[in-house]
């Protein structure tokens, strides 16, 4: 089993920044990719951004180019710097971590809210 754990959510104004972190534990060994999605009250839940172990990269286009997705070397953590914060990024945020892909992921954290106030 792999277990995540996000930190790092809060309030803050428009325009601000936010680092999310994930921390992977247990069998990583079968994590390839890792990633977050959120959920607005009221949406669908929306793949974010996401990244393999080889750090190749991926973005919703509502992201592209005020959010960036990383990792550190030993692969059992993620971060997502968030820039630039617009109220419609208030939602619940979950890092996600698959072995092959996040369309379905296998392992879900409890996950982490971010208020983007106006």
Sequence with gaps: QVQLVESGGGLVQAGGSLRLSCAASGNIFRINVMGWYRQAPGKQRE?????????????????????????????NMVYLQMNSLKPEDT???????????LMRPDYWGQGTQVTVSS
Excluded: H, M, P, Q
């Excluded at 750090?55 to 692969?75: E, P």
């Design 47 to 75: 793949l974010v951004a996401s990244i393999t172990n080889g750090d190749s990269t991926k973005y919703a286009d509502s992201v592209g180019g005020r959010f960036a997705i990383s990792s550190n070397d030993a692969k």
């Design 91 to 101: 939602a619940v945020y979950y890092c996600a971590a698959d072995r092959y892909t």
